[in-house]
């Protein structure tokens, strides 16, 4: 019998209307393991995090039924509501109240409910050396702030204002990032991962500047979701072919490996913006037709897409863009040597 699961014939004692647009209607999200009798929701906090949890409990070091002290954990800014929080078919991969649980609960919290936040809201700054370049360059001037919730499985990063969420007239810069390591903190050249970030990075410090909001979603996705130790053994694959990296084989090496191409799901992707309120994408920093395909089947206008400029591309990421340019990434012109990639429609990934 899993414990993330109720009993058969078990009633949650607090009942969720899913899409209500008052928290006290709505109800809390009551995930502990302390009492599972108490549980009205299937899952974990701390998502992938929870079996370090487990093993810390079975090696004694923590406590199973410790209830956190969240005393001066608010919110650093606010966030929300938005009207898409009350719409049942919007968000349904996250709890849009899950950062102001002790204000939206708090009389089931008197009650001695144990309910916790699954996302935290702060504030810090980051250092990136692109973007110490472009401000070197001129192309940006210093005015950095930066808004940091960690959200279960991803981390957003507004730029700029996060009172302008949620109006129409605020203009919207956003990248979608998918994780990859061995690119976004070490820097291989094998990618266009890190680059495409810090480009979208700059784009939403622009965009901030100019009185907008920039977005970006850093999402735990490594190597489309295969993992990285897949990832690595593609990139062997690869590099040791006949006739060595070629475009029209990259998306069959993924496959010869991990059995399909890409095993992302991004129809939940576009949640987050939902709660963040956003209707319109002015900028979207991203030239995967697998992200911009739920963004707008959601019901998110994209004004235009933003492509990664050709001087940010590594020499030996040529192949990885010139594969996905065929298969459908956003580009105006589709490269001669990635033909079979095309015909095969295969998906892609930043």
């Keep these: 019998m899993l414990t993330s699961h109720p009993r058969p014939g078990q009633v949650p004692p607090l009942p969720i209307h899913w899409g209500a647009a008052e ?103 980051i250092n990136m050396p692109e973007i110490v370049q472009a401000l070197g360059a001129g192309r940006l001037r210093p005015d950095l702030s930066v808004f940091l919730p960690p959200i279960g499985g991803m981390s957003v990063y ?7 969420l949620g109006r129409p007239e605020t203009r919207i810069a956003c990248r979608i990032h998918d994780e990859c390591n061995g690119s976004d903190v070490f820097g291989s050249d094998i990618c266009t991962c890190r680059p495409y970030l810090a480009h979208g990075v700059e784009v939403c410090i622009e965009t901030a500047q100019q009185g907008g909001v920039g977005v970006i979603v850093y999402n735990r996705k490594e190597g489309r979701a295969l993992g990285e130790v897949t990832k690595f053994l593609v990139y062997n694959a690869r590099k040791r072919q006949v006739g060595g990296d070629r475009a029209d084989a990259y998306f069959l090496r993924t496959e010869c490996v991990a059995g399909v191409s890409d095993m992302r799901f991004q129809e939940l992707m576009p949640d987050v913006l939902h709660w963040l309120g956003i209707a319109r994408i002015d900028r979207l920093v991203s030239m995967s037709n697998m992200k911009f395909q739920p963004i707008v089947e959601s019901g998110i206008e994209v004004v235009e897409r933003v492509p990664i400029p050709d001087a940010l591309i590594p020499a030996d990421a040529s192949v990885e863009m010139d594969a996905k340019k065929a298969a459908g990434y956003f580009a105006t012109d589709v490269p001669e040597a990635a033909e079979l990639a095309l015909a095969k429609g295969r998906g892609l990934e930043e």
């Design 158 to 164: 507004l730029f700029g204002d996060p009172a302008r």
């Design 23 to 125: 928290p006290a209607i709505r109800g809390p999200v009551v995930g502990t393991l302390a009492d599972p009798a108490a549980r009205n929701a299937i899952g974990t906090h701390a998502g992938a995090y929870s079996l370090y949890r487990a093993l810390a409990v079975a090696a004694g070091q923590l406590d199973p039924g410790h209830r956190p002290d969240l005393t001066n954990t608010a919110p650093a800014v606010r966030i929300g509501p938005f009207p898409q929080w009350a719409d049942p078919g919007r968000i349904v991969s996250l709890d849009p109240w899950g950062h102001l649980v002790g204000e939206a609960f708090a009389r089931a919290l008197a009650d001695g409910w144990d309910i916790r936040p699954s996302i935290a809201v702060t504030r810090a700054r």
